[in-house]
C-alpha cells in the first residue's frame, strides 16, 4: 500500500502543515510525518528517505523555514516526486524559504507550492493528483472536491448578492 511521506524541519511547520494532514484525512491517503532536519540531523534525514522508500513511500512532502533545504536534500537523495513547501517562519515571512525550496539545479525537482498554510494544503492535492494517476476512485475523489468547491463560492456569490438586495 502506497502513502505519502511528510517530513518538517521543525515542530514549529507543524501547525501549517495541519492544512496538509487535513485534506490527506479527507481523502482517505494513508500517510506518515516526521520531524527531521536536513541542518540539525542531516543523517537520520538521509537514512529516513532511504528506509522510507523501501516501505512504499510514493510522494514526499517536505516543509521547511528560513534556509529551507529539507525538500532539497531529500530530492537528492529520490528520484519519487518530492514536494516543497515553504514555511512563513522567521523574519522575512517564507520569502527565504520560497527561494531556498524552488530554485533547484536542473536535473533535481522539487515541485514548489506557495508559502504557509495555502501551500500545506495544495501540497495535499497535489500528492493525491500524483497518487490519482493509478487510482480512479481518489481520482473521482478530486472531481468531487473540485465541484464542492465550485458549489461553495456560487454559495458565497449567493449571499452576497442577497444581502445587496441585488
Ligand atoms: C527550519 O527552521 C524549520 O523548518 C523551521 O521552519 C525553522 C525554524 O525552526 P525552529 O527554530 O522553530 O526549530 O529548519
Given at each position: 500500500m502506497s502513502f505519502v511521506t511528510i517530513l518538517m524541519g521543525s515542530e514549529s511547520d507543524w501547525p501549517a502543515m495541519q492544512a496538509c494532514t487535513a485534506v490527506l484525512g479527507q481523502l482517505a491517503i494513508d500517510f506518515e510525518?516526521?520531524?527531521?532536519?536536513?541542518?540539525?540531523?542531516?543523517?537520520?534525514?538521509?537514512?529516513?528517505?532511504?528506509?522510507?522508500?523501501?516501505?512504499?513511500?510514493?510522494?514526499?512532502?517536505?516543509?521547511?523555514?528560513?534556509?529551507?533545504?529539507?525538500?532539497?536534500?531529500?530530492?537528492a537523495r529520490?528520484?519519487?516526486?518530492?514536494?516543497?513547501?515553504?514555511?512563513?517562519?522567521?523574519?522575512?515571512?517564507?520569502?527565504?524559504?520560497?527561494?531556498?525550496?524552488?530554485?533547484?539545479?536542473?536535473?533535481?525537482?522539487?515541485?514548489?507550492?506557495?508559502?504557509?498554510?495555502a501551500g500545506a494544503k495544495n501540497a495535499a492535492y497535489l500528492a493525491a493528483q500524483i497518487l490519482a494517476l493509478n487510482d480512479p476512485s481518489l481520482a473521482q475523489k478530486l472531481v468531487d472536491d473540485r465541484a464542492a468547491n465550485?458549489?461553495?463560492?456560487?454559495?458565497?456569490?449567493?449571499?452576497?448578492q442577497a444581502e445587496l438586495g441585488s
Open positions: 510525518v516526521r520531524v527531521t532536519s536536513a541542518h540539525r540531523t542531516p543523517q537520520a534525514t538521509s537514512e529516513y528517505v532511504q528506509d522510507v522508500v523501501g516501505r512504499g513511500c510514493a510522494v514526499f512532502i517536505c516543509a521547511a523555514g528560513m534556509a529551507a533545504h529539507l525538500a532539497g536534500a531529500v530530492a529520490t528520484t519519487l516526486p518530492v514536494i516543497g513547501v515553504p514555511i512563513d517562519s522567521g523574519p522575512l515571512s517564507g520569502f527565504d524559504a520560497l527561494l531556498s525550496t524552488v530554485q533547484m539545479p536542473g536535473g533535481v525537482p522539487v515541485a514548489t507550492v506557495a508559502v504557509g498554510r465550485q458549489a461553495n463560492v456560487q454559495a458565497q456569490n449567493d449571499r452576497i
